[in-house]
């Protein structure tokens, strides 16, 4: 991003590890912690396959009623995949963004095509998708999440995880800047500085470009008209409300640069999402909140509600 970078975060855990190595006694702490995590680790592999085993038919396990939209690294023996690849090497998302490869997936979907999934209708059980629709203009969104409706079981659940904009416009309003920052020192380690270093000005700067970013390409390198970050801050206060500065960011997305970068282009809170549920045929919904699934699969650590969950938005829907 133009405004906060990348320090030398490797260097700094090497250098950490070069010491503890140093120091039998601290050598010994980590190991135990490892193994404690091991054994833990264990236990838990263990109670999620009593849990499929106790709630599904081996019958229903074997064709994996269960679909991840934009899985990740995401991989489990009972779930089936549906994702899209950006280039002419077949790469997917994370293997374009980070630069690591993974296993196949079983269906190749893109959402920007509009074009139904090979799947047929009432014949899923549960479909997660988590930090995925963040990344989808409006109107693949609602095909998306009508696709959802289609597959899925009567009974059957959907569980949507994305950023929450109301956290996010509400601390920019209040000018919490740690909200922005504790992502950016703590769970990123991306800030330039640290929090005490900077002006009033350079935190609500580089905040502005943060809570652009988020929703939308503005300061997209791609961009020929690229935002500056004192653009970003002037950008959002020359609107009414940071969601009408918000929207237009994100009308100022080009729909044939994200096919190929998959940037952030929307945003959401939860009467939004709400909203674009009922309109997809869903009746039963509500706000849920970090592994409190009412489906038990999809409490396991290991594999759901991974990403950002300071930041992030939980939301179930049930098909009538």
Known sequence: MSDYGEPKFEQLVDQKLEQILKSKRETTNCARRAARGIVLDRSR??????????NYAPKDLKRR?????????????????????????????????????QAGFDHEWDLYERKPIDLPDNSMKAVYSSHVIEHLFPEDVTFMLSEAERILERGGVLRLVCPDASLMVEAYDREDWEFFFYYLSVMTNRAQKHLG???????QRICAVFLLDWVSLVI?????DRFSPNKCRQFIAAHKTTYDALD?????????LNKAVGGHVNWFHFEKVKTLLEEAGFKTIRRSGYLQS??????DSAYFDRTDCEMSLYVEAEKA
């Open 65 to 101: 009623p269960f679909l991840n939209i934009g899985p990740g690294s995401f991989r489990h023996k009972h779930w089936r995949l549906a994702d899209k690849t950006y280039d002419s090497k077949g790469r997917t998302w994370t293997e374009m963004r980070r630069g690591v490869s």
């Open 220 to 224: 997209h390198p791609n961009l020929p």
């Open 248 to 256: 237009a960011a994100c009308a100022l997305s080009p729909r044939e």
């Open 197 to 203: 270093q900077m002006t009033e000005e350079e935190l």
């Open 294 to 299: 009412r489906l038990p699969i999809l409490r």
């Open 45 to 54: 592999k263990r109670f999620f396959e009593d849990v499929y085993e106790r």
